[in-house]
């Protein structure tokens, strides 16, 4: 039973000193505002509150249909992980010489660029790190079709830029393999010129040709020497060996853009310092040739050098539709690797931890949340049951959004979603003694309740806060190394932590008001556990 004498020298004397600073005194809530106005708010954040669960609710269901509105067709689903569905992994290797120093900027650079290609198959969350200092592992979950994802990485090659002649661009076909002076040895058949053959003029009208983003160009065609193109076998005389004058490690980008003069659709590039400066000497002195662009030891296109082009920048223009220039454009921004890598080795995986292992996991989660609602329940009383139906909101909020981004859940990301029910309870926790203690020195129910809000806030804030910034510091670290499974730790906390904030402030505390406010305190002392 609440002490009588407390509650009336609180009546009598707390009330003066706390009127212009503490919550919901005389009337007033903690931010001085009248009470009466601020109650009156509840049951409008009560209705926002299950407007949301409610949406909530529809995306967790199983039976989901998906968002199918218009131009929006996404099917909503849980997107899990390698280790809980299986799928491909694939390794690579640098193919280059043992002897043959490679950078750890370099397989950097080759990890972001698979991981970019990769992205494009439509994977959730691929893993795709450096394994050593010359091997790059990917894994794919839930991958469809094997052989296509293989045949996507594979393309992932080197790119380069090789100096040929005005008339070579007429007789290369896509299946031809052309010997570089740059990278790794080419498989046969490889390409051999012998005789003469002039190509037709309908050929070189339709070639690409390649000028400065400056200016609009003409194609110079007239200088053209006669080549035939012939395919032997390896007893057959040297194959030629076409030079490398850049490699895609001088690309700095590729795109689709509308030329500025003529408005047809051209492919934009641009060089680093260091290639624009080589780009630039080398079309200065090969006006009207053809510089291939290769990919993988196969020409993908062979623009003619209509002007010297100086600024580092340039346009690929020619018969181009927008999937054309725009498939130019990703095989230029996606292969321009700085080391050749080739696969070593591609299986398909099932799950590491199995089905069996995936349900006992899920019981133990359903039992250590049960767990910790019944202590709220038991402990803090009523207050406790009415935190126990916030963290229901929490964890149908949280899930909703695992399934709406998507989010990969892998068991180190189930493992976040669990440890960030327990900063959820520890806010509640906070709150409740708080509350009780302003209860013991004579507060009025609605007043406890904003007192212990108002303060046990800046400890909430400080422990969550403290929280993200480690959640931070975790993507960095999974996002710089490829540790993938640390990055879907760290966002599964992050993500329970911020709503765990949410229903804490806010679902918790419009709970108790709309539960509490009309409840005498005095007459039922047990339920509040004083």
């Given at each position: 039973m609440?002490?009588?004498?407390?509650?009336?020298?609180?009546?009598?004397?707390?009330?003066?000193?706390?009127?212009?600073?503490?919550?919901?005194?005389?009337?007033?809530?903690?931010?001085?505002?009248?009470?009466?106005?601020?109650?009156?708010?509840?049951?409008?954040?009560?209705?926002?509150?299950?407007?949301?669960?409610?949406?909530?609710?529809?995306?967790?269901?199983?039976?989901?249909?998906?968002?199918?509105?218009?131009?929006?067709?996404?099917?909503?689903?849980?997107?899990?992980?390698?280790?809980?569905?299986?799928?491909?992994?694939?390794?690579?290797?640098?193919?280059?010489?043992?002897?043959?120093?490679?950078?750890?900027?370099?397989?950097?650079?080759?990890?972001?660029?698979?991981?970019?290609?990769?992205?494009?198959?439509?994977?959730?969350?691929?893993?795709?790190?450096?394994?050593?200092?010359?091997?790059?592992?990917?894994?794919?979950?839930?991958?469809?079709n094997p052989e296509d994802a293989v045949d996507t990485i594979k393309e992932t090659g080197l790119l380069e830029f090789v100096e040929m002649t005005s008339s070579d661009f007429a007789y290369f076909q896509g299946d031809q393999v052309l010997l570089t002076d740059f990278g790794r040895p080419v498989p046969s058949p490889t390409l051999v010129i012998e005789a003469s053959e002039t190509p037709t003029s309908t050929e070189v009208e339709n070639s690409p040709t390649i000028t400065s983003s400056t200016t609009e160009g003409t194609t110079d065609a007239d200088a053209t020497p006669t080549i035939q193109v012939t395919q032997t076998p390896s007893s057959s005389p040297t194959p030629r060996v076409f030079h490398t004058v850049l490699t895609g490690a001088q690309l700095k980008h590729a795109f689709v853009t509308q030329h500025p003069n003529t408005n047809e659709i051209v492919v934009a590039i641009e060089f680093s310092e260091e290639g624009g400066q080589i780009f630039s000497d080398y079309t200065s002195a090969h006006v009207g040739e053809v510089l291939g662009i290769v990919l993988d030891k196969r020409l993908i296109s062979a623009p003619f050098i209509n002007e010297p082009i100086t600024e580092g920048s340039a346009f690929i223009s020619g018969s181009f539709t927008y999937e054309d220039a725009n498939s130019l454009a990703i095989q230029l921004r996606y292969g321009a690797l700085p080391v050749p890598m080739k696969v070593v080795e591609s299986k398909t995986v099932g799950p590491t931890l199995g089905q069996d292992s995936l349900d006992k996991s899920t019981i133990a989660g359903v039992i250590g949340l049960g767990v910790v609602m019944a202590f709220m329940a038991l402990y803090y009383r009523l207050p406790g049951v009415l935190a126990d139906l916030a963290l229901l909101v929490y964890a149908t909020i949280t899930f909703a959004l695992f399934k709406l981004i998507p989010v990969t859940l892998t068991l180190p990301g189930i493992a976040g979603f669990v440890l960030s029910i327990g900063v959820a309870v520890d806010a509640n926790v906070l709150i409740f003694e708080r509350m009780k203690e302003e209860l013991r020195a004579g507060r009025r129910l609605y007043q406890a309740i904003d007192l212990g809000f108002s303060r046990a806030w800046p400890s909430i804030r400080d422990s969550n806060l403290s929280t993200l910034i480690t959640c931070g510091i975790l993507y960095w670290f999974g996002n710089t190394f490829g540790a993938s499974i640390v990055k879907g730790f760290s966002v599964t906390l992050a993500l329970g932590v911020m709503v765990s904030l949410f229903t804490a402030i806010t679902v918790t505390r419009t709970f108790l008001h709309l539960v509490l406010d009309n409840i005498r305190l005095t007459e039922h002392p047990r339920w509040f556990g004083v």
């Amino acid at each position: 039973m609440l002490p009588s004498h407390l509650h009336n020298e609180y009546n009598q004397s707390a009330l003066p000193a706390l009127r212009g600073r503490q919550s919901g005194v005389a009337g007033f809530s903690w931010n001085g505002e009248p009470y009466h106005q601020m109650s009156q708010r509840y049951p409008l954040r009560l209705i926002l509150i299950l407007i949301l669960v409610a949406a909530a609710v529809w995306i967790v269901l199983p039976t989901n249909p998906g968002i199918h509105i218009g131009s929006i067709d996404r099917d909503i689903k849980v997107v899990r992980g390698l280790d809980l569905q299986g799928g491909l992994r694939v390794l690579l290797e640098a193919d280059l010489p043992e002897e043959t120093e490679i950078t750890s900027d370099q397989m950097n650079t080759v990890r972001n660029i698979v991981e970019n290609r990769v992205n494009g198959l439509g994977v959730t969350e691929p893993i795709v790190q450096v394994a050593g200092s010359r091997r790059i592992l990917v894994e794919l979950p839930g991958i469809g079709n094997p052989e296509d994802a293989v045949d996507t990485i594979k393309e992932t090659g080197l790119l380069e830029f090789v100096e040929m002649t005005s008339s070579d661009f007429a007789y290369f076909q896509g299946d031809q393999v052309l010997l570089t002076d740059f990278g790794r040895p080419v498989p046969s058949p490889t390409l051999v010129i012998e005789a003469s053959e002039t190509p037709t003029s309908t050929e070189v009208e339709n070639s690409p040709t390649i000028t400065s983003s400056t200016t609009e160009g003409t194609t110079d065609a007239d200088a053209t020497p006669t080549i035939q193109v012939t395919q032997t076998p390896s007893s057959s005389p040297t194959p030629r060996v076409f030079h490398t004058v850049l490699t895609g490690a001088q690309l700095k980008h590729a795109f689709v853009t509308q030329h500025p003069n003529t408005n047809e659709i051209v492919v934009a590039i641009e060089f680093s310092e260091e290639g624009g400066q080589i780009f630039s000497d080398y079309t200065s002195a090969h006006v009207g040739e053809v510089l291939g662009i290769v990919l993988d030891k196969r020409l993908i296109s062979a623009p003619f050098i209509n002007e010297p082009i100086t600024e580092g920048s340039a346009f690929i223009s020619g018969s181009f539709t927008y999937e054309d220039a725009n498939s130019l454009a990703i095989q230029l921004r996606y292969g321009a690797l700085p080391v050749p890598m080739k696969v070593v080795e591609s299986k398909t995986v099932g799950p590491t931890l199995g089905q069996d292992s995936l349900d006992k996991s899920t019981i133990a989660g359903v039992i250590g949340l049960g767990v910790v609602m019944a202590f709220m329940a038991l402990y803090y009383r009523l207050p406790g049951v009415l935190a126990d139906l916030a963290l229901l909101v929490y964890a149908t909020i949280t899930f909703a959004l695992f399934k709406l981004i998507p989010v990969t859940l892998t068991l180190p990301g189930i493992a976040g979603f669990v440890l960030s029910i327990g900063v959820a309870v520890d806010a509640n926790v906070l709150i409740f003694e708080r509350m009780k203690e302003e209860l013991r020195a004579g507060r009025r129910l609605y007043q406890a309740i904003d007192l212990g809000f108002s303060r046990a806030w800046p400890s909430i804030r400080d422990s969550n806060l403290s929280t993200l910034i480690t959640c931070g510091i975790l993507y960095w670290f999974g996002n710089t190394f490829g540790a993938s499974i640390v990055k879907g730790f760290s966002v599964t906390l992050a993500l329970g932590v911020m709503v765990s904030l949410f229903t804490a402030i806010t679902v918790t505390r419009t709970f108790l008001h709309l539960v509490l406010d009309n409840i005498r305190l005095t007459e039922h002392p047990r339920w509040f556990g004083v």
